[in-house]
């Protein structure tokens, strides 16, 4: 029995999503740069955590894995900062 709406959850679920979810995301992110680390925005030095475009799809990446609004920036910010620590560590025979 769900205590509160999927897409309004109370403080309590709120809380317990955002951390459960947030590991998601940072997973999310980490295959995300992953990805571009093939393709050939790989001679990018730094990931652009903030940059806007990012954040756009970011937030796209990590959209079906909640139904309340709210929790999306902070998914979404979640995910760019997992790909931003993927891509300091990234492997060398991705660095060009
Ligand atoms: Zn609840």
Same mark, same amino acid.
């Given at each position: 029995?769900?205590?509160?709406?999927?897409?309004? +959850?109370?403080?309590?679920? %709120?809380? =317990?999503? +955002?951390?459960? @979810?947030? =590991?998601?995301? =940072?997973?999310?992110?980490?295959? #995300?740069?992953?990805?571009?680390?093939?393709?050939? +925005?790989?001679?990018?030095?730094? &990931? !652009?955590?903030?940059?806007?475009?990012?954040?756009?799809?970011?937030?796209? +990446?990590?959209?079906? *894995?909640? @139904? /309340? !609004?709210? *929790? *999306? /920036? /902070? *998914?979404?910010?979640?995910?760019?900062?997992?790909?931003?620590? #993927? &891509?300091?560590?990234? !492997?060398? =025979? %991705?660095?060009?």
């Amino acid at each position: 029995m769900a205590c509160c709406p999927d897409d309004q +959850l109370c403080e309590h679920c %709120y809380g =317990r999503e +955002l951390v459960v @979810k947030r =590991r998601q995301a =940072r997973v999310i992110g980490q295959c #995300w740069a992953e990805r571009i680390c093939r393709g050939e +925005l790989r001679a990018q030095a730094a &990931w !652009p955590e903030h940059g806007a475009r990012t954040m756009r799809i970011a937030r796209r +990446l990590v959209g079906t *894995l909640v @139904k /309340d !609004p709210r *929790l *999306l /920036d /902070d *998914l979404a910010a979640a995910c760019s900062r997992g790909a931003a620590a #993927w &891509w300091e560590r990234r !492997p060398p =025979r %991705y660095r060009v």
